[in-house]
Each structure stands twice: as C-alpha cells, then as structure tokens.
C-alpha cells in the first residue's frame, strides 16, 4: 500500500512489516475458537497502541531505533498506520488458520474478502484485497489454459500442462512435485 509507513525507508517498512505481522500472529495463535466475529470485534486502533506501547521507553518509540526514519512524523500517523496494517493482517492470519484446521472447505484460495462474516475496517484494504483476488484468479485461468485435456500422466493419469524449464517448454506432471513425470514438447 503507497503512503503507507512512508516516514521510513524501504528495508525499514519491510522489516515493520514484518513485526507487525509476528504480533498479530502471536494473539491469534493464543485464541482457541477464532471466529469472524471475533476478528471484527478486535478493536485495530487499540491492538497498534499496545503494539507501540510494548515498544516504547519513557515515551519515546524504540522503533526509531530499530528503523531509519526518513522524515519527521507525527504520532498519529504511525499508530493509524500500524493499525492499518493490522486491520489488514488480521483476516490473513485468520485464512492461514483456516487453512491449517481439518476443514477441507477452505483448500482453495476464494479470497478474503468472501470469507463470510470477515470485515476490513479500512476500504483501503479491502481494495487490495480485489486485487490481490483478482491476481490469484487470473493465475489460475493461466493455469487452466496450459492444461492440455487430451494428455494424461503415464504415471498417475494427471493431467499434462507445459512448463518452462531451463531448455525451454516442456509437457510435465500438474502433480508435481508429487510426480515427476515429464516430456518433450513435439
């Protein structure tokens, strides 16, 4: 997201990022039924000051210190920005759980924003989610159209896609790497 941690340089908004994103997993880790509901009641403003709060010493950000801070910010700014990440980590961190649970519902990718009852709270965030949404939808159809439905695997009757390999295309395996099976383009 443009505009988003603006104050630090680029390897910094990674690497805060990426704390964030550690934090959140961290509650979340500890919730037993982890429910929609409850993602939409976790207050995001209130998880960034606790974040920045565990971060700070006598009023002053540690996060400075951690991160190169290109220009002067408000105080504000980083805790709307910190909990705008959040807001949009939260549900991501609720999907990758889903995905580790035994429900089999939740094997391919609708995209958050249809997981039924999960909300953004930032209309930035569920902008990027139509798009990352429709990215993931559009690798598949590229996918889908690289499958060619007259060739089976010889080994385990999957279908063929062409792949790019180092030699250039060739027919493998849409198991892989679970097979191995490949052939030369004719």
Request: proline share 3%; with cysteine; aromatic share 12%.
């Amino acid at each position: 997201m443009d505009g988003q941690f603006e104050y630090y340089n680029i390897e910094s908004r990674s690497r805060i990022k990426n704390v964030i994103a550690q934090y959140i997993s961290s509650i979340l880790k500890n919730e037993e039924l982890l429910k929609p509901e409850k993602i939409n009641l976790m207050d995001r403003m209130k998880l960034a000051e606790e974040f920045i709060k565990k971060r700070t010493y006598n009023g002053i950000y540690t996060i400075d210190e951690d991160y190169i801070v290109e220009r002067e910010y408000e105080p504000y700014e980083l805790e709307n920005d910190v909990a705008e990440y959040i807001d949009l980590k939260l549900p991501q961190h609720y999907w990758y759980k889903c995905l580790k649970s035994s429900d089999e519902s939740h094997l391919d990718y609708p995209g958050i924003i249809r997981i039924v009852g999960v909300e953004y709270f930032y209309s930035i965030n569920y902008e990027r989610e139509k798009i990352l949404l429709q990215e993931y939808q559009s690798c598949r159809e590229k996918r889908k159209s690289n499958v060619l439905l007259t060739d089976t695997c010889e080994i385990c009757k999957a279908p063929l896609i062409i792949r790019d390999g180092r030699y250039g295309k060739f027919l493998g395996c849409s198991n892989f790497p679970s097979c191995n099976y490949r052939n030369s383009l004719k």
